[in-house]
C-alpha cells in the first residue's frame, strides 16, 4: 500500500542527490545548502507563512489538474487560465472598488473563478464536440492569454501615472484596499487565500467522491464508451471537467493579485512574470499528490518550500541561479519520471489482486446431465 507514495519519496531524494553532486562540482557544500534550503523554507514563523502562501496557487492549479486529468483530459493551460482569472478579478476591482471589503473581497475570488472558468470552458467544449486535441489547444491559449494581457496593461488599464512619467510599466493602478486579502498572521504574507485553496482542494475531494456528477465526470475518465452506454452526456462532462480546472486557476490567478504586495496587475510581457511558472509546477505538485486533491496539498507545500527555500540556499552558498533553476527541473524530473513507476505498481498489484480471487473461487461446473448418466449406466 505504501510503495506508490515511497516511489515519490525515492524521486525526491535522488534528485537532491543528483543536485548534491552539482554543487560539489562547483565546490560548495552540499550539507549546507540543504540546511539553507531547510530553514529557508521551514525554519520559522515567517518562513513557513511564505512558503504556505507560495504553495498557494500550486494548490489550487494541481486541485484542477486533479479533477481534469480523473476525466482523462489533459490540462496544459493552467498559466493561460490563471492570466484570465487575475484580468477579470482585476476589471472586477476596478469597476467595484467602493464596496466594503466584506463584499468586494468575495466579489474579486468569485470574478477569477468566472474568468478561469471561461479559459478553460473554451478548449473543453472544443475537445468534447469538435475533436480538437485539448493539449494542443490549452497550450495556444496560454499565448493568447499573454497577449490579451499585454495589450490590455499596457493600453487601456495601465497605470495613469505610468503614461505622466513616461515609464509606461504594464501595471494597474494600485487596486482598491477593499479588495485586499486579509493579512492572517501578523508581521508575515500569510494571506486569507491560503485558506481558501485548502477548502477548494477538499472540496474538490467531495465533489469527485462523494457526489453523482463527480462520479460522471470518472466515470468518463475510466472509459467513455462505457459511461456513453450507461447513460452520461460524455461531452458534457469532458467540457465541465476542464471548466471546472480552469476556474481553480483562474481563482488563483485572483489570489496572486489581491494577495500581493504591491496589490496591482504587474506583467513583464510574459506569463512567468506574473504566474512564476504555478501553471506548470501545479501539475508537477497534482502528480506527486497521486492526482488526488488531498494528497496535493502537502504536495503543494512541498514544492512551495523548495521554491521558497531555494533562493535562501543560493544565498548561504553563493552558487549561480542557474544552478537553482537545474535543481528545480531536476526535482520536477525524477517526479514525473516516478508517476509511470507508481503506476506499474498499481497494474501489477491489481493484477495480484485478480489471481489471487481466481485462486480462492473455485471454477464453476456445469450440472450433469440426464442423458449423459443414462449413457454411463
Known amino acids: 500500500m505504501?510503495?506508490?507514495?515511497?516511489?515519490?519519496?525515492?524521486?525526491?531524494v535522488a534528485a537532491f542527490a543528483l543536485g548534491a553532486a552539482m554543487m560539489s562540482a562547483l565546490g560548495a557544500n552540499p550539507w549546507e545548502g540543504f540546511t539553507a534550503l531547510f530553514d529557508g523554507a521551514f525554519g520559522g514563523r515567517r518562513e513557513l507563512a511564505?512558503?504556505?502562501?507560495?504553495?498557494?496557487?500550486?494548490?489550487?492549479?494541481?486541485?484542477?489538474?486533479?479533477?481534469?486529468?480523473?476525466?482523462?483530459?489533459?490540462?496544459?493551460?493552467?498559466?493561460?487560465?490563471?492570466?484570465?482569472?487575475a484580468l477579470v478579478a482585476t476589471?472586477?476591482?476596478?469597476?467595484?472598488?467602493?464596496?466594503?471589503?466584506?463584499?468586494?473581497v468575495p466579489v474579486v475570488l468569485i470574478a477569477g473563478v468566472v474568468g478561469g472558468g471561461i479559459w478553460g470552458a473554451i478548449p473543453g467544449a472544443l475537445k468534447a464536440y469538435v475533436g480538437v486535441n485539448e493539449i494542443l489547444s490549452t497550450i495556444m491559449l496560454n499565448l493568447v492569454a499573454v497577449q490579451i494581457v499585454n495589450y490590455l496593461l499596457r493600453d487601456p488599464l495601465i497605470d495613469p501615472a505610468e503614461i505622466e512619467r513616461g515609464t509606461r510599466i504594464p501595471q494597474t493602478e494600485r487596486l482598491s484596499p477593499?479588495?485586499?486579502?486579509?493579512?492572517?498572521?501578523?508581521?508575515?504574507?500569510?494571506?486569507?487565500?491560503?485558506?481558501v485553496a485548502v477548502a477548494v482542494a477538499v472540496a474538490a475531494w467531495v465533489f469527485l467522491w462523494?457526489?453523482?456528477?463527480?462520479?460522471?465526470?470518472?466515470?468518463?475518465?475510466?472509459?467513455?464508451?462505457?459511461?456513453r452506454y450507461a447513460g452520461i452526456d460524455v461531452p458534457r462532462m469532458t467540457t465541465l471537467a476542464l471548466t471546472a480546472s480552469g476556474a481553480m486557476c483562474g481563482l488563483a490567478g485572483a489570489i496572486l493579485v489581491f494577495g500581493s504586495e504591491g496589490h496591482r496587475f504587474v506583467t513583464d510581457g510574459s506569463s512567468t512574470g506574473f504566474t512564476g511558472s504555478a501553471?506548470?509546477?501545479?501539475?508537477?505538485?497534482?502528480?506527486?499528490?497521486?492526482?488526488?486533491?488531498l494528497w496535493t496539498i502537502p504536495a503543494a507545500a512541498l514544492f512551495g518550500g523548495l521554491l521558497v527555500g531555494a533562493n535562501a540556499m543560493q544565498r548561504a552558498i553563493q552558487i549561480p541561479g542557474s544552478l537553482v533553476i537545474a535543481m528545480n527541473g531536476i526535482v520536477v524530473l525524477f517526479v514525473v519520471a516516478s508517476v509511470d513507476v507508481r503506476q506499474r505498481i498499481a497494474r501489477a498489484r491489481a493484477r495480484k489482486a485478480a489471481l489471487a480471487t481466481m485462486a480462492v473461487t473455485p471454477p464453476a461446473t456445469e450440472p450433469e446431465s440426464p442423458h449423459m448418466a443414462d449413457a454411463s449406466s
Not at 505504501?2 to 525515492?10: E, N, Y
Not at 494548490?59 to 490540462?75: D, P
Not at 476589471?91 to 468586494?104: F, N, Q, W, Y
Request: aromatic share 4%; proline share 5%.
Open 2 to 12: 505504501l510503495a506508490g507514495p515511497l516511489v515519490s519519496v525515492i524521486a525526491v
Open 50 to 85: 511564505d512558503t504556505a502562501t507560495k504553495a498557494t496557487p500550486l494548490l489550487l492549479v494541481g486541485t484542477g489538474i486533479c479533477i481534469s486529468f480523473r476525466a482523462k483530459v489533459i490540462n496544459i493551460g493552467g498559466e493561460g487560465q490563471i492570466l484570465a482569472g
Open 91 to 104: 476589471i472586477a476591482a476596478l469597476a467595484l472598488g467602493d464596496l466594503p471589503r466584506i463584499a468586494l
Open 178 to 195: 477593499n479588495a485586499d486579502l486579509p493579512i492572517l498572521l501578523g508581521g508575515t504574507r500569510l494571506h486569507l487565500g491560503v485558506v
Open 210 to 227: 462523494r457526489s453523482s456528477v463527480g462520479y460522471r465526470v470518472r466515470a468518463v475518465g475510466s472509459g467513455p464508451d462505457a459511461a
Open 279 to 293: 501553471g506548470f509546477n501545479g501539475i508537477v505538485a497534482a502528480l506527486f499528490g497521486g492526482l488526488h486533491p
